[in-house]
């Protein structure tokens, strides 16, 4: 059964830095994409960027409220996915979750494998 583990998370303060792990274990992965979610106090689950692959070549996409300011990678040697987020605002505090979809349902890549969570606090 493939997991999921996130690391990286922690308190940094406004216009810092911070670099999420999501180590994939517990066998090969059959991923069409890999993704990063965000969740804030009382707000509902969003997106933040995902990471797909066709042969080589990888694409990427990230929501607006972070483009040009997070950046999502994989090492395939490593079996990792990474996002790297800089120069980070208070509204970026939220639990950072990662996550694996194994299926594309209508065009879309559904995520079904999701990893517990890491905490991302910034601080004023």
């Known amino acids: 059964q493939v997991q999921l583990v996130e690391s990286g998370g922690g308190l940094v303060q406004v216009g810092g830095s911070l670099k999420l792990s999501c180590a994939v274990s517990?066998?090969?992965?059959?991923?069409?994409?890999m993704g990063w979610f965000r969740q804030a106090p009382g707000e509902e689950r969003e997106f933040v960027a995902h990471i797909t692959w066709s042969w080589s070549v990888s694409s990427t996409n990230y929501s607006d409220s972070v483009k040009d300011r997070f950046a999502i990678s994989k090492n395939n040697a490593r079996n990792t996915m990474y996002l790297l987020m800089n120069r980070l605002k208070p509204e970026d505090t939220a639990v950072y979750y990662c996550a694996g979809s194994g299926r594309i349902v209508d065009g879309k890549f559904e995520y079904d494998v999701w990893g517990q969570g890491t905490q991302v606090t910034v601080s004023a």
């Open positions: 517990g066998g090969s992965s059959s991923f069409f994409a």
